[in-house]
């Protein structure tokens, strides 16, 4: 079997055929990880014992007596919380960090039978765009070992692109799970906000934040999302989705209005992203479906207002970690401000010292309204801009990044130039609605991902839409480290 | 000195009785071992969230109404970032420019019968902090403590925080608001309100001025844990303030400590600088916005308030102030009288064996109105043989004693011992008749003026019934058979 | 470009310490983002309300009743340092 040629649904058919084992799905994905993870990195923790005994508790079932999905292997962003097992958030401060509870999607996965292979590395905390900030190694892209998978979800999306798993789970704040997946050719799905339990993710951006799907196939996100969707009592602020989400099978577009959000094509989109996007739009239209230019002139300030509530919630939730109750502690503080001040300054790294100020400043006496207020008051323009353009269309489309994949090191100097890459995807978190990047095809040999994004809780229609123009596209999906030998 | 007046404002914090904290499902607990009654979302732990105890808004929601305020028909919490080792969460949830109640007021009756008004600016939800153990020092505070210990079982109980306007101009007013305070909040079941174990807290704000100038600069004098320390600590704070305004000195806004123990205060002021708490919205709760429905039902559940209950008694029972008092004053002990009162005719009676009575014997056995092993229906029993004259006032008392004792009915025991008192004309005149033809001698010395005999033949009469006559109806029947 | 003294309040608020090098570049960046941000001054934001949270909720809450409450030793599990079942942090002073 060539897990580049399987997805979640294929493992799913092979257990409950009794084709394959538990066992050998499991080691199947353990000698790829074996395999590849020299070059790409994509894990910061591989539980090989624990997929194990998980697959053989599976093998003790028979088949019939097995949930759908019993089995089938998975990846897990170190961002979510995993009871008993090492979760770093990707950060030195979280080191050896064992929670005493499992997040509620985590639970869910865990009662649907599903084989936890390890935690997957990320920036620290969420926060980049290229998983460099990660406190403990590099991720690579499986497209180009040289370049980044995107971030901060990057080895999320690069188990997926190099088959070290068929699904994984992210978590998506700016488009920390659209990103990635355009930049490796992978799904990623951010829901709306509030369809999914944040009960264990530990959190970056409070009002932004949500958990979402990485694989191979649209049909094999909307699988992850039914899994993992649904109204939580411990988390206030979800809601659930108004149903399950079936799997999708539509072949055409007709009917269906998609409006092209006209401020993403401006100069910072690349051509070679321009040229993939707009074989998109012409398979769209081939479909069925009707495109039409929008405009939201509000986007252009999403990654300004973003960039002031985002690190503004940071700056708050990442105040828990001072060294008392878990996580690192410094040695040698004098009192207990040194050793917060020296805890905090050994355990964090560079970009999330810079979000925490940045955050603490907007928020501080006398800046309060001049920043916060003013980027809160933006979102409410933004949520505004969308709310008038899905009264004309059904579904908005754009480029999922302005750019490929980039090269490593090349924007760690310029942190500006980092946060400016997120332009097409934050506006989509600031509004709360639910946004995909599936693959579109390629640009100098690396992924482009296409970007839709529909009204809030349209996650069965954007599904369905999604996989009607995937089948449309068909992009290869197998990078050169498939031929990679050891 | 003359011319110098306070300006006091008090912060209540009250800790409610619900029975988890206000953010997580741990048991709200009192002298537990440390870190028992905790879980990851009050431990602070990465990816935890609060999710908001309905009970406590109830409770918060009470409290608001009966201090006469208006409910905000949408209430947020808000976040106050600091770090400190008992926050957990290196932020405390609490409410900051749209609290739950705004703009109540409490009227406060002295002991010489005048009110003062005092209003309240606003009540607000939040929750608790850890609690925080010095170790290492030889005082247990943390001058001179080496290191310190932190519990958590303590953090997440909820808390309402009351803030008065400043409209209190003495220490005694200020204990007279808090102890008016603490009985309203008895009154609401909705907290122990005990400030030695913490469930009641006090901070007090405190300037002073020369009367008719504005406001002077304010200290503020923290974690007062009893009525008499905050009436102390602010009469000699209060003094220092115009000692050294006197001397010429300013004062300084700053945070102060009074310790009971050498009657001094001392500065808290810190090297660090004042707060910046940068609130701003809490962004894993939602709004909370109670409707018109809500709020009817809370205030209608509201119980009756002391004023009020004092002056229904006195018009409706015809009880004395002092009756009234403290009948109004203890909840459970009204309710016991009211109760009484129901079943016996005798308003005065009942109101007497409430107060005095009964009261006597909870004190002296320790217990609560709850906890009395006489029921209000048993009393109500025992006062109906005293009021028909089954039993003497002494006699009545003794049986009481044995009711507390034994749990039983009056009936039973008055039956069993045989005691009620001889009430029988019938049965009595004959004795009577009896016993004055047997004593025609001091028959013809009571005939002849000597009232002082009759006393002889009561006691005559007394023994045959061993005490149990009834002695009105004795002394009338002698009269009558003697006098013919 | 954010003061020298401002930076440093703000660290001060954050626990945060940054020396020499470190701390310019920060200064550098910080004032560099700061600026960026101010392009929200040119909307008009007047007559619209601030947005806390995108999709509208109310009124969640919890009913009052108890949850299992953590083992003590797993409470204390990931303690840096303890004593008496109780967190230990360095003197407050």
């Given amino acids: 079997m060539d897990p580049f040629t399987l997805t979640a649904h294929d493992c799913r058919e092979l257990l409950s055929s009794g084709r394959v084992s538990a066992t050998e799905l499991a080691n199947l994905y353990l000698d790829q990880i074996e395999r590849v993870e020299g070059d790409v990195g994509a894990f910061l923790l591989v539980d090989r014992e624990g997929a194990l005994a998980q697959a053989a508790a599976v093998d003790a079932k028979a088949p019939a007596d097995r949930l759908p999905w019993e089995g089938v292997p998975i990846g897990l962003k170190d961002l979510l919380c995993v009871e008993g097992m090492e979760t770093t958030c990707g950060s030195r401060i979280l080191k050896g960090y064992r929670p005493p509870y499992d997040a509620t999607v985590v639970a869910k996965l865990r009662a649907a039978g599903l084989v936890f292979l390890g935690k997957l590395n990320m920036d620290e905390f969420a926060m980049g765009s290229s998983t460099e900030n990660s406190g403990y190694h590099l991720t690579r892209n499986p497209w180009d070992l040289e370049r980044v998978p995107g971030g901060s979800s990057g080895g999320s999306a690069a188990c997926v692109a190099a088959a070290e798993a068929p699904w994984s789970l992210g978590s998506d704040t700016g488009g920390s799970i659209r990103q990635p997946a355009s930049l490796c050719g992978v799904v990623g799905l951010k829901p709306t906000y509030g369809a999914v339990s944040r009960y264990g993710l530990v959190a970056f951006a409070s009002s932004l934040d949500q958990i979402g799907p990485f694989a191979r196939t649209v049909r094999d996100a909307a699988a992850l999302l039914d899994l993992i969707a649904g109204g939580d009592p411990m988390d206030s602020t979800s809601l659930g989705l108004p149903g399950p989400i079936t799997v999708p099978d539509r072949t055409d577009l007709g009917g269906l209005r998609f409006g092209i959000i006209r401020e993403y094509l401006g100069e910072a989109c690349e051509p070679g992203v321009r040229a993939v996007f707009d074989d998109a739009v012409a398979a769209i239209q081939s479909l069925g479906g009707v495109c039409e230019e929008v405009s939201l002139p509000s986007v252009e300030k999403g990654v300004a207002a973003y960039y002031i509530i985002a690190p503004a919630e940071a700056s708050s939730n990442l105040a828990r970690f001072d060294g008392v109750r878990y996580g690192h502690r410094a040695a040698g503080g004098v009192d207990l401000l040194d050793m917060y001040n020296r805890t905090r300054s050994e355990g964090f790294g560079d970009e999330v010292k810079r979000r925490i100020m940045i955050g603490t400043y907007v928020l501080s006496a006398g800046y309060y309204e001049a920043y916060y207020g003013q980027a809160q008051r933006t979102r409410t323009l933004i949520i505004e801009d969308f709310r008038r353009a899905f009264g004309a269309v059904d579904y908005l489309i754009s480029p999922t990044s302005p750019t490929v994949a980039f090269g490593v090191g090349e924007r760690t100097q310029d942190p500006l130039a980092m946060y400016l890459s997120d332009l097409c995807t934050i506006p989509v978190n600031l509004a709360g609605l639910p946004g995909i990047s599936i693959p579109g095809g390629f640009a100098g040999g690396l992924p482009v991902g296409i970007q839709l994004v529909g009204p809030h809780f349209s996650e069965q229609g954007l599904l369905d839409a999604s996989y009607a123009l995937e089948q449309r596209l068909d992009v290869r999906s197998r990078p050169p480290i498939a031929e990679v030998t050891r | ?484 | ?93």
């Fill in chain 2, 1 to 484: 000195m003359n011319d110098w007046e306070a300006v006091i404002g008090l912060e209540i914090h009250v800790q409610l009785a619900t029975a988890t904290k206000m953010f997580c499902g741990c048991p709200v607990s009192f002298g537990e071992p440390p870190n028992t009654r905790v879980c990851p979302v009050c431990l602070g732990h990465p990816g935890t969230l609060p999710v908001t105890n309905e009970r406590a808004v109830e409770y918060a929601a009470r409290i608001a109404l009966a201090l006469d305020c208006s409910i905000a028909p949408r209430t947020i919490f808000h976040r106050k970032n600091y770090f400190y080792a008992d926050l957990p969460k290196g932020y405390q949830i609490s409410q900051f420019d749209l609290p739950l109640g705004l703009g109540g007021h409490l009227d406060v009756e002295l002991d010489d019968g005048s009110t003062f008004h005092v209003g309240i600016t606003r009540v607000h939800m939040e929750e608790d902090a850890g609690k925080l153990v010095h170790a290492g020092g030889a005082t247990g505070r943390i001058h001179g403590a080496d290191h310190s210990l932190v519990d958590f079982n303590r953090g997440g109980t909820p808390l309402v925080e009351i803030v008065s306007e400043p409209d209190l101009r003495t220490p005694e007013q200020a204990r007279s608001f808090l102890t008016h305070l603490r009985s309203l909040l008895q009154h609401l079941d909705v907290s122990d309100v005990n400030m030695e174990e913490g469930s009641l807290r006090c901070d007090a704000n405190v300037s002073v001025r020369r009367r008719g100038a504005p406001f002077g600069v304010r200290t503020e004098l923290k974690n007062m844990n009893s009525f008499r320390y905050l009436q102390r600590g602010l009469e000699v704070e209060i003094e220092r303030q115009i000692e050294a305004l006197e001397a010429g000195e300013t004062i300084v806004q700053e945070t102060v400590h009074f310790d009971p123990v050498s009657g001094r205060i001392s500065s808290l002021r810190s090297k660090e600088e004042s707060h910046d708490y940068r609130y701003f919205p809490e962004p894993d709760l939602v709004p909370i916005e109670l409707d018109e429905a809500y709020v009817q039902r809370v205030r209608s559940s509201l119980p009756e308030f002391p004023a009020a209950r004092r002056e229904r008694l006195q018009q409706h029972y015809g009880l004395s102030p002092y009756d009234a008092g403290v009948l109004s004053a203890n909840r459970e002990l009204g309710d016991y009288f009211e109760r009484v009162a129901e079943l016996v005719n005798d308003d005065k009676l009942s109101a007497n064996w409430v107060t005095g009575n009964l009261s006597g014997y909870l004190n002296a056995a320790g217990l609560e109105v709850g906890e009395s092993t006489v029921t209000p229906e048993a009393l109500a029993g025992l006062l109906r043989f005293l009021a028909d004259g089954t039993l003497s006032g002494k006699l009545a008392k003794d049986v009481f004693q044995m009711m507390t004792e034994s749990g039983r009915e009056a009936a039973d025991i008055v039956a069993e011992r045989g005691l009620g008192q001889i009430s029988d004309v019938g049965e009595l005149e004959a004795m009577i008749a009896g016993i004055v033809d047997a004593n025609p001698g001091p028959a013809e010395d009571f005939r002849h003026g000597n009232d002082r005999v009759l006393g002889f033949f009561v006691g005559q009469v007394m023994k045959q019934t061993k005490g149990q006559a009834n002695p009105q109806l004795v002394n009338d029947l002698l009269r009558r058979r003697i006098l013919g």
């Fill in chain 3, 1 to 93: 470009m954010i003061s020298r003294e401002e930076v440093e309040h703000i660290a001060r608020l954050a626990r945060l310490s940054f020396a020499g090098e470190e701390f310019e570049r920060l200064r550098h960046d910080l004032s560099q983002i700061i600026e960026y941000v101010q392009i929200l001054g040119e909307l008009d934001l007047s007559g619209l309300a601030p947005t806390a949270h995108a999709v509208e909720l109310k009124n969640v809450l919890r009913p009052d009743e108890p949850r299992p409450c953590l083992a003590h030793e797993v409470a204390m599990a990931n303690g840096p340092a303890v004593e008496d079942g109780q967190f230990v942090v360095p003197r407050i002073g």
